[in-house]
């Protein structure tokens, strides 16, 4: 059987003010009136029945997101102790899993990216995981928009076959964010995709390929699921939950691999990784800008304008980014919204933690 | 007896959002921990006695005022039952301080305008009523250091003498707001100074300007003045007031006064007419930033930050004004804070009056 596991134990600081340590992407509504998670729910809904939809989150992250999926078992909120990384959030979905159906096929997704196309989105699932069927790794890859420098790369290898109308490729290696240059260059070739974070595997594959490379954290993963569903679970859990090394799955297991594919896709997707590239998703008024809540322009051109609660008024402006909340007002170039990161990080150097 | 009387009855929207209907530029503190009254008063002090402080407002705007200055007197403040410019304002003032006092010369001021120089500005006011010791009525102008659009002008006449150091002109006229070719040429003469507003006059001549060029009004004016310290004052002042013509003291007196003077002053003078305008008076930090209240920038250049409460991030920006107040956000293009104005118009036309 085939099951989705939604990555949403992350926080972010990239959208701050909104988001903050207690409300990261995830749970923010970004994009119209669901929250990002509620969108990566959404969009499995016809693929999958709200029993074969899993997430792997913290117990406070969960406390937050159960509400915001009612249809999900509660039972299917997988908690980490701590958050390790992607690498032992993904052991952890694994051994879950197989715990339920040896023959489990596994689609890890994110829950604060952002696609546009989710028919397309849901077609490439199912070709993945009939590709995953025989033990294959399968990425999907993003068709690259611009020479972007803050995703890692996949590059593709061999052209292997063509499923539902969709190419599949053997992978080549992953690649680390590249500089600018390196970036043109892959853009040029068209035979490098995006790293979106989405994977389909068996879930025994997974663990046999943590058995070859991550051997510790594989042992401490099978005492973990030895005592599934036993009352001795939650300490076991807990235990062996440090002995699981901290690592992304990127580095932690796809980058050595055997068998690893990748289905390029063109699906309209997004990390949302800043506040300007809510410029490049959501739909714009004449004069280019993307308002939410209440605002009054004049003569405003290409800006991001967002009010949780108080009038913005905004005169004379062009790309700017402007967000108000209950107790922050960011004001932010266009270009520089990377550098929302160093304003919150001097906010907590200054020890106002009551911003972060 | 030397009497100052302090305008303080307008309201005004280029401030907006921190100005609003019920609290105009005068009650606001945008120089310091002081308003803009409480500044127009502490100016006055070394010079008069708070017995010989008056101020002209509306009965709503003395709540607001008469704790801004306990020290006055709280029968200094001279009540207009309705707003009908600055001549029936100047009239009301000059009768009350007749009544008390027929010697009384009276240097009327405003409660909104900036002035860097107190104490060249009091040697000025000293000089002044010391002109209009004879009956002569003299204006403060103001040595234009721009060509400014926003001001009416008063050309200077012939050098008559020197009080104080400071040269007095004979009046050549009251010329309107300029456009910005003639304001060019009137800053290039050196014989024009702005009109500040500040005038010194004896106030049984201002009577007289009165009687002749405003027949109607002075008739109002002496019934007015009939009653004043009788049961009927208030009575009789709400009947006459409108029969007092509103019309602003330089088109209603001024323009066709005999014997106006002019001395010009350099006192660091400013109107504080819109937000940039702070800019220009309050200190910078190293990059040219005005900040107030609680905001971090990051590359922020020549910007006026002001936080009434919340947090501004500012991150990238330069020549931008952001104000924050309890219910708005304004961000707006330094060189457009003219059009504050316009904001505040489509509000109301809105219907968004709690906003105004």
């Known amino acids: 059987m085939l099951y989705a596991v939604i990555m949403a134990g992350g926080s972010g600081t990239r959208l701050w003010p909104l988001s903050r340590k207690g409300r990261p992407k995830q749970a923010l509504k970004l994009v ?4 990002m998670f509620q969108h990566a729910v959404d969009r499995l809904a016809p693929l999958f029945s ?28 997988i908690l980490e102790p701590a958050g390790r990384d992607s690498a032992p959030a993904a052991g952890l979905a694994a051994i879950t899993l197989l715990h339920r159906d040896p023959e489990a096929v596994m689609v890890m ?4 990216h952002y696609i546009q196309d989710t028919a397309g989105f849901r077609a490439a699932l ?10 294959t790794i399968v990425t999907l890859g993003i068709r690259p928009t611009f020479p972007a420098t803050g995703f890692g790369y996949i590059h593709l290898g061999e052209a292997q076959t063509m499923i539902g109308g969709l190419p599949v490729y053997r992978s080549a290696g992953f690649v680390e964010k590249p500089d600018a240059r390196t970036a043109e260059r892959f853009l040029e070739s068209g035979r490098y995709v995006w790293n979106s974070g989405m994977f389909v595997w068996r879930a025994d594959r997974l663990m046999a390929e943590f058995a070859g490379q ?17 009352p001795a679970a939650a300490e076991v859990l807990a235990a062996e939950w440090p002995n699981v090394r901290k690592i992304s799955i990127d580095y932690g297991i796809m980058e050595h691999a055997d068998r690893v594919s990748v289905i390029p896709v063109e699906i309209g997707w997004s990390d949302i990784g800043n506040w300007a590239s809510l410029l490049d998703i959501l739909p714009r008024d004449a004069d280019g800008n993307v308002v939410t809540g209440d605002a009054l322009l004049l003569d405003a051109h290409n800006c991001l304008v967002r009010s949780e609660g108080r009038l913005i ?11 108000e909340t209950a107790d922050v ?10 550098d929302v990161r160093d ?7 200054a020890g106002k933690t009551h911003y972060l």
């Open 32 to 35: 119209g009136e669901r929250t």
């Open 50 to 77: 709200p029993e074969r939809i899993f997430v792997v989150t913290s117990p406070a992250m969960a406390e937050i997101l159960r509400p915001q999926a009612p249809e999900l078992p509660a039972a299917n909120f």
């Open 109 to 112: 997704l994110t829950a604060d």
């Open 126 to 135: 199912a070709a993945a995981a009939e590709v995953a069927g025989d033990g």
């Open 214 to 230: 991550q051997p510790a954290s594989h042992a401490a993963l099978l005492r973990i699921a030895a005592a599934l569903d036993t």
């Open 313 to 323: 008024a905004a005169i004379g402006l062009q790309d700017l980014v402007i967000v």
């Open 329 to 338: 007002v960011l004001v932010c170039a266009r270009d520089r919204v990377q």
């Open 343 to 349: 304003a919150v990080n001097r906010l907590a150097a």
